[in-house]
């Protein structure tokens, strides 16, 4: 089974207001990552928080992490219409293995 | 600089053929993934090559299913037999040092696989 859970699944918000997602995971983990794919084709990296931090920002994105509830949210705020798109959360367990399992994701929509 | 370069980037097939998809990882980055993603789902992983260690390919849904690194840069990954459950988007991703894990992957633009 996915070790991620993305929710909502999908997300539909006017443009300038703040979309937030959140992602729960299974098992213990090194780090979690999120990723944004548009057009269902490549994903591209957004941000990556261990799992000592709590929180982390990078320009307009706010990403939290509670390993104590093993979940994660993503909040983009002052979102626009070019951040349409899904989002993924992705994470590395502390198994031994390197591998990243991914969510099921949110699909994004702003509107103009 | 040059990313993650997949091909065919479609290809279709008939059931039963086998097919092969070929990946080009950014130079000098030592991990290199493969996920399947069918439509509108989530990514599914299917094995990682980290350097010359032994490929973890616990996520091959089956023995049709196999991938190669050669010489520690291009991949392939080979669809035998294909069924039509195969059909899907076949995304490849590359890492600086998988072992750290604390790498960001660089995605391909994929390979959209169709089994008729």
């Known amino acids: 089974s996915q070790q991620g859970e993305e929710d909502p699944q999908a997300l539909s918000i006017q443009e300038g207001e703040n979309a937030t997602m959140n992602c729960s995971y299974k098992?213990?983990?090194?780090?979690l990552q999120w990723y944004r794919q548009n057009s269902g084709r490549g994903l591209v990296h957004l941000i990556l928080i261990r799992s000592n931090e709590r929180e982390k920002h990078s320009g307009r994105l706010r990403v939290t992490l509670d390993t104590s509830k093993k979940s994660s949210s993503l909040l983009i705020t002052a979102s626009r219409a070019a951040d349409t798109a899904s989002y993924f959360c992705?994470?590395?367990?502390?198994?031994?293995?390197?591998?990243?399992?991914f969510g099921t994701g949110t699909r994004l929509k702003v509107l103009a | 600089g040059a990313g993650v370069s997949q091909s065919p980037s479609n290809k279709v097939t008939e059931k039963g053929k086998d097919v092969e998809l070929r990946c080009d990882p950014i130079?000098?980055?030592?991990?290199l993934y493969w996920y399947r993603q069918s439509l509108g789902q989530g990514l599914e992983f299917l094995i990682y090559f980290q350097g010359n260690s032994a490929p973890d390919k616990s996520g091959l849904p089956s023995d049709r299913f196999s991938a190669e690194r050669t010489g520690g840069s291009v991949s392939t990954l080979t669809i035998q037999r294909t069924q039509q459950e195969d059909s899907a988007v076949y995304l490849c991703?590359?890492?600086?040092?998988?072992?750290?894990?604390?790498?960001?992957?660089?995605f391909g633009p994929g390979t959209r696989l169709t089994v008729l």
């Open positions: 130079s000098g980055h030592t991990a």
């Open positions: 991703a590359s890492s600086l040092a998988g072992y750290s894990s604390y790498n960001e992957q660089f």
């Open positions: 992705a994470t590395s367990t502390t198994s031994g293995t390197y591998k990243y399992i």
């Open positions: 098992t213990s983990i090194n780090n």
